[in-house]
């Protein structure tokens, strides 16, 4: 199993131990870029919350660069990458 595999399904943020998404909590994909196919958890985003600069390492900026992600219009369930920042 790679990398980009070992991470599917599994929730942005989460303690590497329990990195699985929760029954109780509304969760949005991550699609593209260095984070595609992690999930976000949503479930306090309100619906004006359109993007979300996450912390990765993996990234171009590498440690300390963060991802920027953008709800895909209507479709609350997916966030697309729209580059990396510093």
Known sequence: ????EF????????DHDDAGPRPDRVYAQLVGGPLDGLLLDVTDRSAHDR????????????PGGRALYERRGADDR???WRGDIP
């Open 1 to 4: 199993m790679d990398e980009v």
């Open 7 to 14: 991470l599917r399904g599994r929730v942005y943020g989460a």
């Open 51 to 62: 993007e979300a600069a996450l912390t990765t390492e993996i990234g171009r900026y590498g």
């Open 78 to 80: 997916r966030f697309d």
